[in-house]
């Protein structure tokens, strides 16, 4: 009897154990990642909108943190200039905030700007010509688009400049989505034609407000862009946010060129156009 007691017992306190086990197999795990030295990520799309003077333009550093920080830390200090042809544009950091700005920038389309950035000792400087956009001309609603015919399209049409080859960046931003959406074009198989971008979204109902913006961009952005997008899931992501450590921009260290920064120097003109669905 006392035997069979004690194997009771044992194997009670088995069981015990086990489900013990079971239900703290929700701990959590580290996973311990290798660190890379922070980088420089500077954020400088020089922006031109249509009907404005263009004068207020702003450029953010920030560097690269790793995976799990919840924070992006911002770069002060540093010493940031534009220069064309004649003219020398300064940006004075708003005090703590990485953010630097310029209230007197001169856009002009087809000028090749110089952007220089002085921090920590290390001078980074890019190059890019400001690109011209055509004006967004009507916007179309199809409520019977997609595959079943049971979705909201909508489409807003531009003309092509026909005398030069052309790049877009094409900018869907709306009051039911947190981000904004992108895609980029070009004018390969639409030369001098009438284009249009496109956008679908299953969250899109009647009352809903959308905001078109297309952008002028250089080639060579343009292929930057198409290669961020696929990283950041095409449309599904931002290509704005801190970029992949495999992507690199038109930034030169000249201090040190194994110390490159993140980010690219684009300088688009853009139109604008605010929509309600129907």
């Known amino acids: 009897m006392v035997k069979f007691i004690y194997k009771v017992a044992t194997l009670f306190i088995l069981l015990i154990v086990m489900l013990v086990s079971l239900i703290s197999c929700e701990d959590v795990v580290d996973v311990d990642l290798d660190n890379a030295n922070p980088r420089l ?98 916007v179309e609603q199809n409520n019977e688009g997609g595959f079943l015919g049971d979705e909201i399209e909508v489409k807003y049409f531009f003309q092509d400049n026909g005398n030069t ?15 904004p959406e992108y895609d980029v074009v070009n004018d390969q198989f639409f030369q001098g034609n009438q284009m ?18 297309l952008h002028g961009i250089s080639e060579r952005y343009y292929n930057y862009l198409n290669v961020l997008l696929g990283i950041a899931g095409g449309n599904g992501g931002s290509p704005f946010s801190t970029p992949p450590a495999t992507i690199r921009g038109n930034f030169v260290n000249e201090t040190n060129s194994d110390n490159f920064a993140f980010g690219y120097f684009s300088l688009s003109e853009i139109d604008t156009k605010t929509y309600t669905i129907q």
């Open 41 to 138: 990520v500077i954020e400088s799309s020089i922006l031109w909108k249509k009907g404005t003077n263009g004068n207020e333009q702003k450029i953010k550093l920030t560097t690269s943190t790793d995976y799990f920080s919840s924070t992006i830390p911002v770069v002060s200090g540093a010493t940031i200039f534009i220069t064309d042809a004649i003219n020398t544009y300064n940006f004075t950091e708003n005090p703590g905030t990485g953010e630097y700005v310029c209230g007197n920038f001169n856009c002009v389309i087809g000028e090749t700007y110089i952007l220089t950035v002085i921090s920590k000792g290390e001078t980074y400087t890019a190059t890019e010509t400001f690109q011209a956009v055509p004006t967004i001309d009507s």
């Open 165 to 179: 080859d052309n790049f877009y960046l094409i900018q869907f931003n709306s009051n039911f989505s947190f981000l």
């Open 196 to 213: 249009f971008g496109l956008y679908s979204n299953e969250n899109m109902k009647p009352g809903a407000e959308l905001t078109f913006t």
